[in-house]
């Protein structure tokens, strides 16, 4: 699962040094899922207006505009699936669930922005449907170093999460 990455979370108004540097790491990470069958989903914001998440972080990633589109490098190919999501926790779009229930997927790899965030929300939410998982700490990123190993932490102790690196991952 790959989530947040478009273009206003990696180098748009919400983006940093973080989110750019696991680019290369997670491209190569989804290409090589991929080669083993294994699904790869984007979770993506795709924000309304009067969504509440806008009066503490402004506009970004709002439907329809290009910081809302997932990086180039990182591109859907064939088979992936992407789904919008109004909220931290991407489980708050009901389509989710149900593709991987359907796919009968029992363990999301999580990567992406912000480790503490969306990722740490979506998360909650995938370990009380009965998700195990893996966080991929090379392939996740916040805004600080800081609030990446606290998401980390958080992940590990709260939900059971493994966190590996990519190559451990794989
Ligand atoms: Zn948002």
């Known amino acids: 699962m790959v989530v947040d990455m478009v273009k206003d ?5 919400l983006g940093g ?11 190569s ?9 294994i699904s790869v989903v984007y979770v993506c914001d795709a924000h309304e207006p009067g969504n509440p998440e806008l009066d503490v972080w402004g506009h970004h990633s709002m439907k329809g505009t290009e910081g809302a589109e997932i990086i180039e490098e990182l591109s859907p190919q064939e088979g992936d699936s992407v789904f919008e999501k109004q909220a931290f926790d991407a489980f708050t779009n009901p389509a989710l669930d149900e593709e991987l229930k359907q796919k009968g997927v029992e363990e999301l790899v999580l990567t992406g922005v912000a480790t503490n965030i969306c990722v740490q929300n979506t998360a909650a939410n995938a370990f009380y449907r009965g998700y195990r998982l893996t966080v991929v700490k090379d392939c996740t990123a916040a805004r600080s170093e800081e609030e990446h190993r606290e998401g980390l932490k958080y992940m590990e102790s709260m939900f059971g999460a493994k966190v590996l690196k990519a190559d451990e991952a794989l």
């Open 9 to 13: 979370f990696v180098t748009g108004s």
């Open 17 to 27: 040094p973080g989110a750019r540097s696991i680019v290369p790491r997670l491209k």
């Open 29 to 37: 990470l989804l290409a090589r899922a991929r080669s083993k069958g």
